[in-house]
Each structure stands twice: as C-alpha cells, then as structure tokens.
Nanobody, 127 residues
Framework: QVQLAESGGGLVQAGGSLRLSCAAS????????MGWFRQAPGKERESVAT????????YYADSVAGRFTISRDNAKNTLYLQMNSLKPEDMAVYYC????????????????????WGQGTQVTVSS
C-alpha cells in the first residue's frame, strides 16, 4: 500500500519555525515531482512549494518565497519543508503530494496532477 505520511506540524508563535517531513512507503517517488500543498478553513487547497524529481528545481508560491524551503532525500524517500518566519496566514493543514506521472515538470505540478496525497498535518500559528 502506497502511503505518504507527514509529520512535524504543530503550534508555533508568529515568527517561529517548523520543519515538516513526509515519508513515503510502498513505492519510491524518486522519479516523480513532489510538493507541499495547504488548505485553510473555507479556502481551496493551494500549492505551497514543488520540487523536481531530481531536486534540482524548486518552485514556491509568492506568499512563502524567501521563508520556506522545500527539499527531498530520494535515498530516504522523504520530502521536507522548512518553514521560517511563520505568519498567522500560514495556518492551515499541510499536505504532502507526489505527481501522478514520472519525470513531469515540477513548475506545472498542481492539485489536478497529483496522484498521491498524504493525510495532512495541522500547522497553527499564533499571533
């Protein structure tokens, strides 16, 4: 059974940091673009950051650029999101995702191209 399991969410004060991890099991995603998405109450799920299958290309939403860093370790089948300078508007459920097809362009990865989702982890930022 293929699973993406997020961890690292929690409660943090504004200005603080969190590091999310996503461990994949059941298959390898070393050939798939991967990404982090988030969904706040009453809002649509949105892309936060995506990374190419080899890790050489990374793309960020304007709202998090310069504060968040996405990375991956294909040897460990794990995806990461380092979140710094967190703001109350970053509060949401964060989802790990893998693109449906191999060797696709991470820049065009979106909700409609995702083939695998994690269960989500809550990030709460207090002001």
């Amino acid at each position: 059974q293929v699973q993406l399991a997020e961890s690292g969410g929690g409660l943090v004060q504004a200005g603080g940091s969190l590091r999310l991890s996503c461990a994949a099991s059941g298959r390898t995603f070393s050939a798939n673009a991967m990404g982090w998405f988030r969904q706040a109450p009453g809002k649509e799920r949105e892309s936060v950051a995506t990374i190419s299958w080899g890790g050489g290309s990374r793309y960020y939403a304007d709202s998090v650029a310069g504060r968040f860093t996405i990375s991956r370790d294909n040897a460990k089948n794990t995806l990461y999101l380092q979140m710094n300078s967190l703001k109350p508007e970053d509060m949401a459920v964060y989802y790990c995702a893998a693109d449906r097809n191999a060797y696709t362009n991470a820049q065009t990865m979106g909700v409609m191209t995702v083939g695998y989702w994690g269960q989500g982890t809550q990030v709460t930022v207090s002001s």
